[in-house]
């Protein structure tokens, strides 16, 4: 099924969406029917039958046999991902979505019983704000915005040249080149006020951006103030490889890589306990770590 670069993806995209929620399912829950796909995208059975014995025929076979007692099917114990990596992130990002537009739209009915999402505060981006922050990135173009912080609350005119768009785990913000500053910084979509104006064409992009574009790995361990018994538990929880985790991360990225891992940058000040996990190579991550660009 793979395709090379050269070649047109052989499967229609909606149905490859279903052919991945098929998978998706049928491994991580152990009992797929058509109902799961009648109420998820709103197909008749007919046709979500259809797509079943399409994914058994054409996509895995082998890889689902229906069971009687469970009145749907199950996966074969010798079955291989096709369209999915067969890894649980899939499945439980599968879930939280299906979550968040159960939310919005109560009467959808996406098989979500039995998990629960933690959300996090959704920040105030306008739609009029992030469509020319879009249009200047994918244009190298300079953008004349508003912008507070908490050193300037009051609004101050920039001109920044976005390129990159990144989400951190709690909130976006913008990578761009800074005319005041003269600088590569990060800007949270949330503080921009008004509508940016796009100005003309900008000779910064990312190909200036150094912290960008240099890649450093995190080098991730139980913290050693635990005792062995329980640092093997930290070390299976985190699927580490001989007592470690490596993590390949953008230089500008650090800070925010370790706040998603929880990781205080001064190890001492953490209670082991709560964190568990610490940065090994902590000195060579230093010129990220406090950097203001």
Request: a negative charge; one cysteine or more; hydrophobic letters at 40%.
């Amino acid at each position: 099924m793979t395709a090379t670069h050269s070649d047109p993806w052989p499967i229609r995209w909606d149905l490859l969406v279903r052919y991945r929620y098929i998978e998706t399912i049928a491994l991580w829950e152990g009992r797929l029917t058509t109902r799961h796909l009648c109420e998820t995208f709103g197909i008749g059975r007919q046709q979500a039958s259809k797509d079943i014995n399409r994914y058994i025929r054409d996509i895995g076979p082998g890889n689902l046999v229906y069971d009687a007692s469970l009145k749907g099917y199950m996966p074969a114990a010798e079955f291989r991902p096709r369209v999915t990596e067969g890894v649980a992130d899939e499945y439980l990002h599968l879930m939280a979505r299906n979550n968040e537009l159960s939310n919005v739209f109560e009467s959808l009915a996406l098989n979500v019983a039995n998990i629960e999402v933690l959300r996090v505060p959704v920040r105030d981006v306008r739609p009029e704000v992030l469509r020319p922050i879009m249009q200047a990135a994918r244009q190298r173009k300079r953008l004349e915005v508003d912008y507070v912080s908490l050193h300037n609350p009051d609004r101050e005119g920039r001109i920044i040249v976005p390129h990159t768009l990144v989400f951190t785990g709690l909130r976006w913000h913008v990578r761009a080149w800074c005319e005041k500053n003269q600088a590569y910084r990060d800007f949270v979509l949330s503080r921009f006020r008004d509508i940016p104006e796009i100005l003309d064409d900008s000779s910064q992009g990312v190909e200036q951006d150094d912290d960008w574009n240099t890649h450093v790995t995190l080098r991730v361990v139980p913290d050693p103030r635990l005792n062995p018994a329980q640092q093997q538990v930290v070390a299976t929880d985190y699927g580490m490889q001989d007592g470690a985790l490596d993590i390949t991360v953008r230089g500008r990225l650090v800070p925010y890589a370790l706040k998603l891992l929880h990781i205080d940058p001064e190890p001492a000040l953490a209670d082991p306990m709560a964190q568990q996990i610490v940065v090994e190579n902590r000195t060579q991550l230093a010129p990220w770590l406090f950097s203001a660009g």
